[in-house]
Each structure stands twice: as C-alpha cells, then as structure tokens.
C-alpha cells in the first residue's frame, strides 16, 4: 500500500514540472486582462460619481437661490397686501408699493435666468438623476403658482388703484423692451467665402478700375447669407481655407488667428472693441 501511494505521488509531482510554461502563461495572461478590465470598470464609476457629485452641487446651489428668491417675492406680496389695504395709505406708501413691485420683477427675471442655467447645465451633463428631475419638477410648479399668485396680486391692486397695474404693466413693458435692445446691441453677423462665392451671393463688391480696384461691402448687402451671433457668447469663429483675410475693419489688438493647416480659429479677446467699427465680418479665403 505504501509502494502505491509513493508511486502516485511520484506521478503527480512529475505531471506538475511537466505543465507547459503556455498554460501558466495563458491564465495568468487572462487573469490580467479581467483585472484590467475591472480596474477601468472602477475608474469609469468613479468619474461617473465625480461627474454626479459636481452636478448635484452645482445644481443644488441654483435650487437654493430660486428657493431664496422665490421666498423674498413672496414676502413682498405679503407686505404689498398688508400696506395695499390701509385705506389712507399715504403717497410714499404708494410709492413704497411700487418699488416694491419692481424690486418683484427683478426677482422673476433673476429666477429665469437661474432656471435657464439650470436646464442648460442638466443639458449639457451627460448625467441620470432621477432625484433631480424630481426637484426641478417641483421647481417649477412652485414658480408656476407663484406666477398665478402674482396676477392675482395684480388684480387686487386692479381693483384698488388702477395707477399700480398701469405703472407695473409698464414697468414690465419697458423690461421687455430693454432685453430686447441689449439684444440688438449684442447681435453681430460673420460671412466668409471665396472673393467669387461672396460677391455672387451679394456680401462684397469690388470697385474702381485696374490697379485701383479694392473690395469692399456691399451698400447692400445680403443679410441672409450671414450667420447671427451674440458678441457676448461667442468669442471664437472657425474658418476653413488656405489663407485668410478680413474685408470689415476689425482692431488688430482685439482679436488673433490661429491656424493649423486649413483650420483657422479667429479668437475674440476683446469683443466690444472687435465689433466696434463694424457689427459684420467679412473673410475671404483662398
């Protein structure tokens, strides 16, 4: 018995020197691969984690400052009903109401902005929070009584004093009007083209004769084939061609080109003296 189990033992251990190096090889060069493939798996959620955690803070200070105004608008209501009810009121309480119905409309525009960036963020993150779907949902329900709250208190003061309601709805008007001007200030046009394909799509116009002949801007010109910016957002314009040259005047020290290759990138440091002379830009390219 004892000469079968020595033999056995014999036969194991030369079976184990006789392993190939290419087996041992092939497990531990699989082993490896599912280790990497583990250890990326773990960095992708921890940079999916990182991504949430800096989403939901971002987000989570925007909701603060909604809920902050949304809380002051609606302590000013209480005042303007408090004040809007004494049936002497003064005229600087008149006045007081006023600017405090202002002071309320500032507050609204501030908040759409603020749920503009928010949506925009929320966007633009490649991010599932199913949380914070839930809270700018309710967000906006919020924002969507006040607002119904808000005319409310719009028909009240309608019905005590006309004066509020004209005063506020022009208020609101001029506001609108004001956003709309700062627009138009902020609107800026940029075409660039062959010489041939701008002057046949009525962008330039080459005048004077022979060696006088310059190319200019089209009196004019056809606005349909520019592209509309807003000179406060975008500060970088791609253009593609072998050699670049600007037909509008544009300050050389408030801009630079930088190229690579064909690509060329018009890099805006300095906007408003940019688009000083002359709210178009012209490129020819070769």
Known sequence: MKHLIYSLFIVTLFMACNTSPETTDSVNSGDSEELARLRSEV??????LVEK???????????????????????KEDEIRFRSNDIELAEDGKQWILQEIE???????????KVGELNKQLANKNVEISELKI???????????????IEMLRVELSDLDKEYVELLEAYQ????????????????YYA????????ENGVIVKEGRFLMRKTELRGDLNDEYFTQIDLTKKDKIEIVGKKVKFITDHPSSSYEIISEGQNHTIQINDPKTFWKVSKYLVVVVD
Request: glycine share 2%.
């Open 43 to 48: 960095r992708d959620l921890e940079n999916k």
């Open 135 to 149: 809270l700018v949902s309710n967000l906006m329900n919020k924002i969507e009584v006040q607002e119904e709250e």
């Open 103 to 113: 002071n309320i409309n500032y507050l609204r525009e501030e908040n759409q902005k």
């Open 53 to 75: 955690d800096s989403v939901l803070n971002e987000s989570i200070m925007l909701f603060n400052e909604i809920e902050e105004n949304l809380a002051k608008i609606n302590l």
């Open 173 to 188: 008007e001029q506001s609108q009007i004001a956003a709309e001007t700062i627009r138009e200030l902020n609107t800026v």
């Open 192 to 199: 660039y083209g062959s010489e041939k394909e701008l002057i």
